[in-house]
Each structure stands twice: as structure tokens, then as C-alpha cells.
């Protein structure tokens, strides 16, 4: 081996050291080192290696059901072919057919035989996602199933035997849509075997991945390709402020907000002022004096002149600090009457700190 390859082989390592807990984790591309993290790896692996089946994966939007759902597949039957189908976008009847299939002639418009994702899934996985959305009559369908191993076509006669994994996820509590009569309360308990949970981004045991996934997705995001590997970190700031943010749309969404903060960033490194969690408030006033473009003001205010504190009022370094140019601290001071030992940064507000992950990029640029 060459000592480039060596070099490169090092390297390969070091970073998977750093945004994954195990070589399970990395060859799934699961990020994260947070204690919550690595017992939903564990629980998952354990699960992956029995024989438990029905899977439930259970876990807010955007926190990595299915992410989660494909590594059961990895670890159990690679070979084999992953199905999924989304109980809620098809109607009952709909969602029938497209599991089990149906007979020809089963209804109107059915003049040929249909092959069912339950039978097409084989010695695989049939990915049920959110399943808590699957109409009533269907989930007492689908337990008969689970308890039999076998299954009807639509319209059909004969009993057809399963080997498939069923994997079901679901971002509602399934313990309180049974409790409102929205979940069969028989499925819920077929299904919660080892239910895997995934924590939401904010939960205090997870919070430190969102560091690791935004800097993961910085660097593997293919949305500008002519600047791969050219913005490699992001500015202090920024970071600070995708930690205090609650993150309701989870992964997901902090993805979502790093590949925007790739297509605005025009320097090497990824600024606050770049970091904009709801597009829509770039359209925003921000003198129309409301509660939230109140805070957004008082924020922007707040950071800046942390950023001078930090600083020693140094503002070239504040600047790159706030991801900013200099011209434009300049005109934010002048915007904000901010002098040195006006003693505008007192306290830091967590209300504020919250409040300027929404900073809009025009009022910073
Ligand atoms: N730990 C992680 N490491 C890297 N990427 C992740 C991780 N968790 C989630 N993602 C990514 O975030 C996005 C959302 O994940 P996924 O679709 O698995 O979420 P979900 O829980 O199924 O969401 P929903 O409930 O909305 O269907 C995907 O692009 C996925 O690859
Ligand atoms: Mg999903």
C-alpha cells in the first residue's frame, strides 16, 4: 500500500470516528454520536439480528424512521428487496390492492391480476410508513395477516403465504391514537414487540448531533457541485445557532437549511447571516413591528454586539465572526446606535439567541 493510500485510508477512518458511532452507523450513513443515538443503534441491531417481525420504528418527522427501516434491511436480508409503500396517500380500497393485489374482475377496472407489495417484497422488507394513517378496517385486515403469515388478493380465494420483515413506522403516538379510538388497540400491541425509538433533534440527548449532521451534510450535499469542498465549515455563530434552534422538522429539516445556506454562502465558510430556518422570512418587514420581527431586530442586535465583546472590538474579526462583510457591521452599528460601552450586550436573552436562527439574509448582508 502506497503511502498516499495510507494517508487516504487514515483519513476515511478519522471521519467516520467523527460523525458515526460504529461501522454499523457508517455503512447505513446514520449520523450521530449522542447517547441517544447509539441505544437506538444498539436497539435496532438487536432487533435487525432476531427474528422479531412486525418492526415498529417510532419517532417524530423527519428523525430517521426510514433511515432506520433500511438499516433493519441492511443488517437482516441485503440481498433482498426493500418495499415501501406510505399508508397515507392511498384510499382503503387503494391501499388494499397495492398490498395484497387483487384477482381479475375483483372490481371495476381490475381486467388483470394484480401482484401485491406484501408478495412482491419476497424474503425482503414491506416498509409500512406511518401506518397510524391506515384506515380502520384495513388495520384489522392487516393484524389477521400478521397472526396468520398468509393473505388474500383482493377478491381472491386462496390463502398466500409471507416470509417478508413488516417494518411500520410512525410519527404519531400510537398509544394515544388507540386510546382515541384511531388505532386498533390489537395492531398497536402486535406491532410494539421492541418498538425502535429515535429521539427528536432538541432532546437534551441529542442535541450534540446536530452539530455533526450539519457539518455531514455540509460536506456531502451535491446541490452546488461547483462548491463541493470549497465551503468547508460553518462560522461559530452559525453553528451556535443551529444548536439553540428546536428543530420540529428534525433531520430533515436541518438538511434542508444547510444545502440553503450552501446555495447563498458566497465565501468558504457557512455565516449566521446564511442560516435562514423559514425562507418566507426573507419576504419579511422587518419594521412592521410585530412580536416576531421584534425579536428578530433585537437578536440581530444582541449577536452583534456579543460578537464585538468576543472580539475586543476588533470588526474585521467580528464581521467574519457574524459571517458578514465589514461594510455591512459597519452600516448595522450605525443602524442600531451600537458604540462601544453603550452596554447594549448585557445578558444574553434565550428568547433572542432562539429568535436568530430566523435571521432573514437580507437583513444581515
Ligand atoms: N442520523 C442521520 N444521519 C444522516 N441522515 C439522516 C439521519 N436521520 C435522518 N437523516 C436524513 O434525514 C432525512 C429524513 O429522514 P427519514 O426520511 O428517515 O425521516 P422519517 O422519520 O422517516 O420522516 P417522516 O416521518 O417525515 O417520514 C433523510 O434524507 C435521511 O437520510
Ligand atoms: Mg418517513
Redesign the pocket.
Known amino acids: 500500500m502506497s503511502l498516499r493510500t495510507t494517508i487516504a485510508a487514515t483519513r476515511e477512518t478519522e471521519t467516520h470516528e467523527y460523525f458515526f458511532a460504529e461501522d454499523f452507523a457508517a455503512s447505513v450513513?446514520?449520523?450521530?454520536r449522542s447517547e441517544a443515538?447509539k441505544h437506538t443503534l444498539k436497539i435496532t441491531k438487536l432487533v435487525a439480528l432476531s427474528r422479531c417481525n412486525p418492526v415498529l420504528i417510532v419517532?417524530e418527522?423527519?428523525?430517521?424512521?426510514?433511515?432506520a427501516a433500511e438499516a433493519i434491511h441492511f443488517l437482516r436480508h441485503p440481498q433482498e428487496r426493500f418495499v415501501a409503500v406510505n399508508c397515507a396517500t392511498l384510499t382503503a380500497n387503494l391501499l388494499e390492492s397495492e398490498l395484497f393485489g387483487h384477482v381479475k374482475g375483483a372490481f371495476t377496472g381490475a381486467d388483470r391480476e394484480k401482484t401485491g407489495l406484501l408478495e412482491l417484497a419476497g424474503d425482503g422488507s414491506l416498509f409500512l410508513?406511518e401506518i397510524s394513517e391506515m384506515p380502520i378496517d384495513l388495520q384489522a385486515k392487516l393484524l389477521r395477516i400478521l397472526q396468520e403469515r398468509t393473505f388474500r388478493k383482493v377478491g381472491g380465494i386462496k390463502n398466500i403465504k409471507f416470509n417478508a420483515t413488516i417494518i411500520a413506522?410512525s410519527?404519531r403516538n400510537l398509544r394515544k391514537e388507540t386510546n382515541a379510538n384511531r388505532f386498533r388497540a390489537d395492531l398497536y400491541y402486535r406491532l410494539n414487540i421492541s418498538p425502535i425509538t429515535i429521539a427528536p433533534l432538541r432532546s437534551p440527548r441529542r442535541r450534540q448531533d446536530i452539530q455533526l449532521?450539519a457539518e455531514?451534510f455540509l460536506k456531502t450535499s451535491t446541490i452546488c457541485p461547483e462548491k463541493q469542498n470549497k465551503i468547508t465549515t460553518l462560522t461559530k455563530l452559525a453553528t451556535e445557532a443551529l444548536q439553540k434552534y428546536d428543530w420540529p422538522g428534525n433531520?430533515?429539516e436541518l438538511?434542508n437549511v444547510i444545502e440553503r445556506a450552501i446555495l447563498y454562502e458566497t465565501t468558504d465558510k457557512i455565516g449566521l447571516s446564511n442560516i435562514v430556518i423559514d425562507p418566507d422570512d426573507l419576504c419579511d418587514e422587518p419594521t412592521t413591528g410585530n412580536i416576531r420581527n421584534y425579536s428578530l431586530v433585537k437578536a440581530e442586535r444582541e449577536l452583534i454586539s456579543r460578537a464585538l465583546q468576543e472580539t475586543g472590538w476588533q470588526k474585521t474579526h467580528a464581521a467574519a465572526l457574524l459571517g458578514i462583510t465589514r461594510a455591512t457591521l459597519y452600516a448595522k452599528l450605525k443602524q442600531y446606535n451600537i458604540q462601544k460601552g453603550s452596554g447594549i450586550a448585557k445578558q444574553s436573552d434565550p428568547q433572542a439567541s432562539r429568535a436568530f436562527a430566523f435571521e432573514p439574509v437580507a437583513a444581515a448582508q
Not at 450513513?29 to 450521530?32: A, D, I, L
Not at 418527522?61 to 433511515?67: P, S, V
Open positions: 450513513s446514520m449520523v450521530g443515538i419517532g418527522t423527519g428523525t430517521g424512521k426510514e433511515l410508513d413506522s410519527n449532521l455531514y433531520v430533515r438538511r
